[in-house]
Nanobody, 126 residues
């Protein structure tokens, strides 16, 4: 049974913090990524982590503010978001699967893909 559960969104003031979590089960998972989509904007990659060795990468817009981490044994990843800005407001989606496939999705975020989690809304007020 394929499951991808994301949680942790909410409303926060600018400068505040939130932590998102994503748990994947029921299919092979090499990596977990977070994407986001703001109103009237294209979906974009935020951060990814490869579970076996902790390799990570981030969008330039969140470097130094967001940190992705994982628990390999439970196929779970966390996105710690600090110093949030109003422009971080978006629906955040986690996605999981094979590393190479997620790298491609990072480059082509509009492509179809089966393993998207339900989005969680992050709203940052100014």
């Amino acid at each position: 049974d394929v499951q991808l559960q994301a949680s942790g969104g909410g409303l926060v003031q600018a400068g505040g913090s939130l932590r998102l979590s994503c748990a994947a089960s029921g299919f092979r998972v090499d990596a977990i990524c977070w994407f986001r989509q703001a109103p009237e904007k294209e979906r974009e990659g935020v951060s990814c982590i490869r579970l076996r060795d902790g390799t990570t990468f981030y969008a330039d817009s969140v470097k130094g503010r967001f940190t992705i981490s994982s628990t390999d044994t439970k196929n779970t990843a966390y996105l710690q978001m600090n110093r949030l800005k109003p422009e971080d407001t978006a629906v955040y989606y986690c996605v999981a699967g094979l590393w190479d496939r997620l790298l491609r999705l990072w480059v082509f975020p509009g492509e179809d893909y089966d393993y998207w989690g339900r989005g969680t809304l992050v709203t940052v007020s100014s």
